[in-house]
Nanobody, 120 residues
């Protein structure tokens, strides 16, 4: 049963913008913090940004000031607005539902991923 579905990835030039979306099942979305992770080829999956149920946010240092995570509680959707994209942002981006308590702790709820490629 698919419960998290990402969309919005693609090819963009350096300096460009993309907005990723993740549609979640209502039960998962309403009871969890949400986050975006990314995984580049040959590297581990890293946390990019997280948002609590109340809307508090946290970002990896590498994306602070460029990315913004938000959630629409009426639509059960979490977004990642990515601006000033760099080639090193190239990765598969995954949506996750989890717990935020000082740190973000992922549950085993993952989407299928969406590819973001930043290249000229």
């Amino acid at each position: 049963q698919v419960q998290l579905v990402e969309s919005g990835g693609g090819l963009v030039q350096p300096g460009g913008s993309l907005r990723l979306s993740c549609a979640a099942s209502r039960s998962i979305f309403s009871n969890n913090a949400m986050a975006w992770y990314r995984q580049a080829p040959g590297k581990q999956r890293d946390l990019v940004a997280a948002i609590t149920r109340g809307g508090n946010t946290n970002y990896a240092d590498s994306v602070k000031g460029r990315f913004a995570i938000s959630r629409d509680n009426a639509e059960n959707t979490v977004y990642l607005q990515m601006n000033s994209l760099k080639p090193e942002d190239t990765a598969v981006y995954y949506c996750n539902a989890g717990l935020y308590s000082g740190h973000y702790y992922p549950h085993d709820y993952w989407g299928q991923g969406t590819q973001v490629t930043v290249s000229s």
